[in-house]
T-cell receptor, first 115, second 111 residues
Framework: GAVVSQHPSRVICKSGTSVKIECRSLDFQATTMFWYRQFPKKSLMLMATSNEGSKATYEQGVEKDKFLINHASLTLSTLTVTSAHPEDSSFYIC???????????FGPGTRLTVL | GESVGLHLPTLSVQEGDNSIINCAYSNSASDYFIWYKQESGKGPQFIIDIRSNMDKRQGQRVTVLLNKTVKHLSLQIAATQPGDSAVYFCAENDGGFKTIFGAGTRLFVKA
């Protein structure tokens, strides 16, 4: 149990386009979902926390207009990278948490390459 | 929550030996700690966790030690196997929603 999926696993796009990444909790309801980005040989950096039905809380330095997060249901959160640029190329990872519990379950990640 | 430095610290061990991976955490208010394993191109995988009211917890082949006095966490892997080769991250949670990751250590297991 406690499986989190991400789609797509890889995406290549042109500079200036927008890309949407989906994060789904497959067998549980996630009251909170988190989005991280990871550069090569670096740690995971928390970008934002989203609770179902409310606006996401962004970490300092993360542009909310650039990284749009929607958590429309208890099993789905989406991250849209708007007007993507090569410096947005990264590994994006989501995680999901059940209300009242500490453990987070991580998705497999999405590799974004912006040309 | 970002890692420091340009490269991940690396630990190289012989197959069958024990591995000890260390981590310093930053927030004295953190009360829940987790070790994750990340293989190349994949998301983090939960290994073991520990709460601040404990100083040691054991799992299958893994042990986590917590020293709150010096804000230090360690992961011990017994009888390290080639399949243990990965990057290991410690993470801390202050009882709120957020889990913050440490810098990570790359473990190489030599056959």
């Amino acid at each position: 149990g406690a499986v989190v999926s991400q789609h797509p696993s890889r995406v290549i796009c042109k500079s200036g386009t927008s890309v949407k990444i989906e994060c789904r909790s497959l067998d549980f309801q996630a009251t909170t979902m988190f989005w991280y980005r990871q550069f090569p040989k670096k740690s995971l950096m928390l970008m934002a926390t989203s609770n179902e039905g409310s606006k996401a809380t962004y970490e300092q330095g993360v542009e909310k207009d650039k990284f749009l997060i929607n958590h429309a249901s208890l099993t789905l959160s989406t991250l849209t990278v708007t007007s993507a640029h090569p410096e947005d190329s990264s590994f994006y990872i989501c995680s999901a948490r059940v209300g009242g519990k500490d453990e987070q379950f991580f998705g497999p990640g999405t590799r974004l390459t912006v040309l | 929550g970002e890692s420091v430095g340009l490269h991940l610290p690396t630990l190289s061990v012989q197959e069958g030996d024990n591995s000890i991976i260390n981590c310093a955490y930053s927030n004295s208010a953190s009360d829940y700690f987790i070790w994750y394993k990340q293989e190349s191109g994949k998301g983090p995988q939960f290994i073991i966790d520990i709460r601040s009211n404990m100083d040691k917890r054991q799992g299958q082949r893994v042990t986590v030690l917590l020293n709150k006095t010096v804000k230090h966490l360690s992961l011990q892997i017994a009888a390290t196997q080639p399949g243990d080769s990965a990057v290991y991250f410690c993470a801390e949670n202050d009882g709120g929603f957020k889990t913050i990751f440490g810098a990570g250590t790359r473990l190489f297991v030599k056959a």
